[in-house]
């Protein structure tokens, strides 16, 4: 076995250098297929050292789908919010097992089945609108919500920040990814926390966060209900959820 | 090919010089790179024509010694979105707490909701109206494009975040990856995030400028925000880059007065890699190395890490037999004696001093009959 | 740079190999020095991804963070390290001699002392990162770590203080070392390539130990190809196996190296003010093992203003007495001084060895020596002068000119009515001469740490590690 791993190590190098130098050539092509043959000759490598085929990765039991997971986690959160704080807040109350890169294609997902069936199911991962009425990058929402609660105005990122650090806070949990999270978002709060190391106190979390939307709801609701009613009267149902076409958004602002 | 071109258009003549190969855009660190070496006019021309030097470079035979590693990547990029996540709530907690920026600013706008062929006529708009509207605009403004004239070209260009309401000045914010340790952190990544950030200051002063704007609205010191110690905490510093924009400004008045360097060069000649069909160049390396060697270069061992063309460059100045290739403390310490044969020369006694190398030569000899003494 | 040195790397340039700029060693090399060569992963400040180390040149250790973004490894890697490191260095701590002292009490001191050398300054760097994050750790409380991993952070970050020390030889870097003693014909940047440098030394230049393919760099970073084409796939693979062969293919040449490279400073005679030096860096290790042992806290993440300056005056004395002693040691190194005029040698030609000044009671005998030079003297009479030949002694310039020299003897030439034998150098005896000379003033007048003037901060705080930086996140 000695040899035939010496044999497949001397191989391996070999590949890898001339993968390498086809890389700096910028031959894609050759480096391709040098790569090719360089992962087959890892993985008799992998076998012939642990004496047999590597197990497959393990994942914990998906019980609930990533759909659901996800759901869930805005459902908690109340507002607009990123996919990395939806799998954080998944993690910390829900055992969940997302990882942000699987929420990438979502959105898509769903108004492909919006489209095919409308409204056949109780409830859409859809986008957040910015004010011309496209979906804004990286915010997900729930078809469930009055339109106010899924556009954004220009406060509204704060606002909906300080809605979900609320909503954690409101959510005791000891659990230590729960711990961490509120940590992370009531440092990020006037007065949220008293400096000291341990958790924070949710109650003064909540407190801080009501006291700086007080700040800003008033210019946030106007800013909200008008691009809302832009959205009604402009938007048909598909786009209402998942957001115009950029392309029309251009016809428009040319028309203007 | 007459010398009316030559008088009336150097636009023309950088891209005769240029030839059939794509122009390659400049970024921000590229531009900031130009303030390196200012007295390299090969440089300023290759970068004035817009020409890829990596290409070159590769194609030359002498491929630049740096590339990024995927894992560096991979951490500057998580790094930012930490800065910006949540409506930047990080970026707001330092902008209050450093900057004393009130409560009541954090409307944010996200550029790149609109798209990215409209990003930059978006980034204007916003921009104007903030410099109009004043108290009501707008706080942060996320992935906006820039866009500065380098030699007649215009380059596009994408600082992290701009930042106003902060006493009614536009500050760029510049995120970067590197750790703060205990107050410190490696200054030389500093150097280079402040000479990047004043690109960017640069930028938009010309575009405030444009618009008919007060273009000292943008400040000159720039918000660095980094992690802090070793953990992903981001931690916020003011950075004056005041310096950085006199040298870059000097360097780009200079690019933009090529005339002089082109006007010293043969009418035909071009820096072209002739790409085929498929993108490859294909001009002969020793036609490419003949044409470049008719420009100047300025070889120090600190083109190692800043230009792509370092390794052609010290591999001429090795064939010359400069002492450049020693560095600049070697240089100075010959007090203008610029071959090695030269120097060699004067030290055996071999060569006879010019005028002004009195004092030079008697040291030298001296050297060299103590090292003898030394070592024998 | 001095223009000997500016001359030799223009003679290594057309000679194509490096040329010495020294005659004997100026480090001290141990016995049993301990290499060490980490790694790190790109893009972070201290995280470290492998490690080769060892005292056997035949028998390094490996030891590699499988997944380096998982914190409990690289936690469970440091406490590794810890396990190699700490008990070389505690190794030491056995056998001490009792040692006087002025006005003091006498305190023990090591007969030996540990020594690291790491490839570069980039290896000291990172050592010094890797104790700052690793001091303050407890075995106890949110985020437990092995007992021993904040013990390594304490001795690495003593380790890396000493290196930036002048003179101490406790934690070397190998390619300063190296460029101490030869001048190689590329830029001290491209020095800092113990590839490059090596081939300098040795066969002469040569692109390919530029070459991350044939010399993989010597750390602490790692060539950002390798890290896309191999190592990348090899952590995503999740195969630890082939994680630590990859990093072993980029280990091994600079371990190979590192031993070439002691070897090289090992064929060197040692200076005669080497043992000396090393005696300070046995009386420091000494002291710092008795405040671990006394349970002292972990050193604080920055000096108080007095303790600062403190320590930059004693850094400024070290250097000046570095610079001197190796000017005594070393006829090159005295050289440079020799060209600047602040030195000088040559052959005695006449000595008045009976020499008196002054009458009666203040009479004093002042040997005469007279010495013919090719140097050019740029000293004044009554200059005080030192000579390596003799060096209790004390001179003084009396007379430069005209290649000719006369200094008289001040000091050191015995008491009696005439010189001891052998005190004044015999007529045809080549001798120097210089200003330099080791006795420095004493230490600059500061103020006690409570005193601290408010414009320096005021009076610090003693330090009292806090739950703070045992806790901070090391991700």
């Known amino acids: ?256 | 090919m007459t010398g009316l071109m030559r008088e009336g258009d150097p636009v023309r003549r950088l891209e005769v010089l240029r030839g059939t190969t794509p122009p390659r855009p400049h970024d921000a660190r590229a531009i900031a790179a130009l303030a390196a070496n200012p007295g390299c006019a090969r440089r300023a021309l290759m970068d004035g024509a817009g020409i890829d030097k990596d290409a070159a470079a590769r194609h030359l035979g002498f491929p630049a010694p740096f590339g990024q590693s995927p894992f560096a990547i991979t951490r500057g990029n998580a790094f930012e979105a930490l800065v910006k996540a949540d409506g930047c709530a990080e970026l707001l907690r330092m902008l209050r707490e450093v900057l004393g920026l009130p409560i009541a600013e954090v409307a944010y706008h996200d550029v790149e909701n609109v798209g990215a062929h409209l990003r930059h006529a978006h980034t204007r708009a916003l921009i104007d109206r903030a410099a109009r509207d004043g108290q009501d605009a707008g706080t942060l403004y996320d992935h906006p494009l820039l866009s500065l004239g380098i030699a007649g070209h215009t380059a596009y260009l994408e600082p992290d975040v701009v930042a106003f309401q902060l006493g009614g000045r536009f500050h760029i914010v510049e995120i970067k990856s590197f750790a703060v340790i205990d107050g410190q952190a490696d200054p030389s990544a500093v150097a280079g995030a402040a000479r990047q950030a004043a690109v960017y200051v640069l930028a938009l002063r010309a575009m405030l400028e444009e618009l008919g704007h007060d273009p000292l609205m943008v400040s000159h010191d720039v918000v660095l925000v980094c992690p802090e110690n070793f953990a992903n905490r981001p931690v916020a510093t003011l950075v004056d880059v005041r310096r950085q924009l006199a040298v870059l400004r000097r360097q780009l008045a200079r690019m933009t007065t090529l005339d002089r360097l082109l006007d010293g060069l043969p009418d035909d000649l071009t820096f072209d890699l002739r790409p085929g069909e498929d993108g490859r160049p294909t001009r002969p390396v020793a036609e490419l190395s003949d044409a470049l060697r008719r420009t100047t270069a300025r070889y120090a061992p600190d083109c190692l890490s800043t230009c792509d063309l370092c390794f052609f460059c010290r591999d001429e100045a090795r064939q010359e037999g400069a002492s450049d290739l020693l560095g600049r403390q070697v240089r100075d310490e010959l007090g203008g004696v610029a071959s090695v044969d030269e120097a060699l020369g004067l030290a055996d006694g071999t060569r006879d001093p010019a005028e002004g190398q009195e004092e030079i030569a008697r040291l030298l000899r001296n050297a060299e009959r103590l090292r003898r003494e030394c070592l024998t | 740079m001095s223009l000997l040195t500016s001359l030799a790397r223009l003679r290594a340039l057309d000679e194509k190999i490096a040329q010495p700029v020294a005659t004997v060693r100026h480090c001290h090399l141990a016995e049993r020095p301990m290499v060490f060569i980490p790694l790190k992963l790109s893009g972070e400040a201290a995280a470290p991804l492998a490690a080769m180390l060892g005292t056997d040149r035949g028998d390094p250790r490996l030891l590699v963070v499988p997944q380096p973004r998982n914190r409990d490894l690289r936690f469970a890697w440091a406490a590794e390290l810890a396990g190699v490191l700490l008990p070389y260095v505690e190794g030491f701590l056995g056998a001490t001699e009792t040692v006087e002292r002025r006005n003091a009490d006498p305190y023990e001191r090591t007969v030996d002392a540990p020594q690291i050398i790491v490839p570069n300054q980039g290896g000291v760097a990172f050592a010094r990162l890797l104790g700052r994050s690793t001091r303050f750790r407890r075995p106890d409380g949110p985020y437990p770590v092995p007992e021993s991993v904040p013990l390594l952070g304490r001795w690495l970050t003593y380790f890396a203080e000493r290196a930036a020390y002048p003179g101490s030889s406790l934690m070397l870097a190998a390619t300063d070392e190296l460029g101490r003693h030869w001048a190689s014909g590329q830029s001290s940047l491209e020095d800092a390539n113990l590839a490059a440098l090596m081939s300098w030394i040795t066969t002469g230049p040569n692109d390919e130990a530029e070459d991350p393919l044939v010399w993989p760099p010597a750390g602490p970073a790692t060539d950002p190809g390798f890290d896309a084409e191999v190592l990348a796939p090899a952590i995503d693979a999740g195969s630890p196996e082939r994680v630590a062969e990859a990093l072993r293919t980029q280990l091994e040449p600079t371990w190979r190296l590192m031993w070439q490279a002691i070897d090289l400073l090992a064929g060197l005679p040692e200076g005669a003010s080497v043992a000396q030096r090393w005696e300070q860096d046995r009386g420091s290790f000494s002291g710092m093992a008795a405040h671990i042992a006394e349970g002292a806290p972990p050193q604080a993440r920055r000096d108080g203003a007095v303790a600062a300056a403190a320590k930059l005056a004693r850094m400024e004395r070290a250097q000046a007495a570095y610079d001197v002693q190796r000017a005594y040691d070393d006829p090159l190194v005295m050289a440079e001084y020799r060209l600047s005029g602040e030195a000088f040698a040559g052959e005695v030609i006449e000595t008045v060895p009976d020499n008196v000044e002054g009458e009666g009671r203040s009479r004093k005998l002042r040997p005469l020596v007279v010495i013919k030079t090719d140097d050019p003297v740029r000293l004044a009479p009554g200059t005080s002068l030192g000579t390596p030949q003799r060096r209790a002694q004390g001179a003084a310039l009396v007379s430069a000119d005209d290649g000719l020299v006369t200094v008289k003897i001040t000091k050191g030439m015995g008491r009696g009515r005439t010189a001891a034998p052998g005190a004044v150098p015999e007529i045809g005896e080549r001798v120097c001469y210089t200003s330099l000379t080791d006795d420095f003033q004493g230490s600059p007048a500061l103020p006690e740490a409570e005193a601290t003037p408010w414009t320096h901060g005021g009076p610090p705080q003693e330090y009292t590690p806090v739950d703070e930086d045992a806790q901070e996140e090391w991700s």
């Open chain 1, 1 to 256: 076995m000695g040899d035939r791993l010496d044999e497949l190590e001397r191989r391996i190098d070999g590949l890898r250098a001339a993968v390498r130098r086809a890389m700096r050539a910028r031959d894609g092509a050759t480096a391709r297929g040098l790569r090719a043959e360089l992962r087959s000759a890892e993985r008799a490598w992998d076998a012939l050292v642990s004496g047999e085929q590597p197990p497959a990765k393990q994942e914990p039991p998906r019980m609930v789908t990533v759909r659901e997971q996800v759901h869930q986690g805005l459902r908690l959160l109340g507002a607009a919010a990123q996919p990395r704080l939806v799998v954080a807040v998944s993690d910390a109350f829900f055992g969940g097992t997302l990882r942000s890169d699987r929420l990438t294609s979502l959105r898509r997902d769903e108004e492909r089945s919006f489209r095919s069936s409308p409204f056949g199911r109780p409830y859409y991962l859809c986008a957040a609108l910015t004010d011309r009425l496209s979906a804004a990058r990286g915010l997900l929402t729930l078809s469930t919500w009055p339109l106010e609660r899924r556009v954004v105005g220009p406060l509204s990122p704060r606002v909906d920040f300080l809605t979900c650090a609320i909503a954690v806070a409101g959510r005791r949990s000891d659990d230590e990814r729960a711990v961490r999270l509120l940590i992370r978002m009531a440092r990020n709060i006037p007065g949220a926390t008293d400096g000291g190391l341990g958790p924070p106190d949710p109650e003064r979390v909540i407190a801080a966060a009501r006291a700086e939307l007080r700040v800003h709801a008033e210019r946030d609701t106007r800013d909200r209900a008008e691009l809302a009613r832009r959205a009604a009267a402009q938007l048909d149902d598909a786009a209402r959820l998942f957001g115009a076409a950029t392309l029309s958004t251009i016809t428009k602002e040319k028309a203007k």
